[in-house]
């Protein structure tokens, strides 16, 4: 009797190690080199979401980043692109007045934008957010110590227009 105990506990057990598909994400590629960069840092919400940070591999720590990958999502975001991005403005702007931004573009399901900050080193940053099915997408590259030129500003810019929200192993496009 026991070994038949032991034969549906593992049969069960493997059932539930069955593949579960990747859930909704940004899928961007397109810059050279970036799949070498590493992750340096990460936060977990609660909602489920979470941030995540890169940085090129010769990046000693979370201290010392002169360029900063962000890929994040805020999952059950029900807010517009805009009202999102000014509420994201206006804690920035507590938090480090002279805070500057401008809205690149925009359409039904996407925003893209730049924003420098005067303190924290000064940092200057290109973003894009993107609207899915499960919530609100960012993908942001900022720099420490100067202004984005506007070359690098297009240059992300590319990728980022490129990157898409997909779903599943085989990243089938969602939008």
Same mark, same amino acid.
């Given at each position: 009797? +026991?070994?038949?105990?032991?034969? !549906?506990?593992?049969?069960?057990?493997?059932?539930?190690?069955? %593949?579960?598909?990747?859930?909704? =994400?940004?899928?961007? %590629?397109?810059?050279? /080199?970036? @799949?070498?960069? +590493?992750?340096?840092?990460?936060? &977990?919400?609660?909602?489920?979401?979470? !941030? =995540?940070?890169?940085?090129?591999?010769? #990046?000693?720590?979370?201290?010392?980043?002169?360029?900063?990958?962000? $890929? /994040?999502?805020?999952?059950? *975001?029900?807010?517009?692109? @805009?009202?999102?991005?000014?509420?994201?403005?206006?804690?920035? $702007?507590? &938090?480090?007045?002279?805070?500057? %931004?401008?809205?690149?573009?925009?359409?039904?399901?996407?925003?893209?934008?730049?924003?420098?900050?005067?303190?924290?080193? %000064?940092?200057?940053?290109? #973003?894009?957010?993107?609207? /899915?099915?499960?919530?609100?997408?960012?993908?942001?590259?900022?720099? +420490?110590?100067?202004?984005? #030129?506007?070359?690098?500003? @297009?240059?992300?810019? $590319?990728?980022? +227009?490129?990157?898409?929200? *997909?779903? /599943?192993?085989? =990243? @089938?496009?969602?939008?």
């Amino acid at each position: 009797m +026991r070994a038949i105990y032991f034969l !549906v506990s593992m049969i069960l057990l493997l059932i539930g190690c069955a %593949h579960v598909p990747l859930p909704e =994400h940004m899928v961007f %590629h397109g810059k050279e /080199g970036i @799949e070498n960069w +590493r992750i340096l840092d990460y936060e &977990n919400f609660n909602s489920g979401g979470f !941030v =995540h940070y890169y940085a090129p591999p010769d #990046t000693k720590d979370g201290k010392s980043w002169l360029q900063l990958l962000t $890929k /994040g999502i805020e999952v059950g *975001a029900d807010i517009s692109l @805009e009202k999102y991005v000014a509420d994201s403005i206006a804690a920035y $702007k507590t &938090n480090c007045p002279g805070t500057t %931004h401008k809205i690149i573009e925009a359409d039904a399901y996407n925003l893209y934008y730049t924003n420098s900050y005067p303190c924290r080193g %000064h940092q200057s940053e290109v #973003t894009r957010i993107a609207k /899915g099915n499960e919530g609100l997408y960012r993908l942001s590259y900022t720099i +420490r110590g100067r202004d984005l #030129t506007q070359n690098e500003i @297009e240059e992300w810019l $590319k990728v980022f +227009r490129a990157a898409y929200v *997909a779903k /599943g192993d085989q =990243h @089938e496009r969602v939008r």
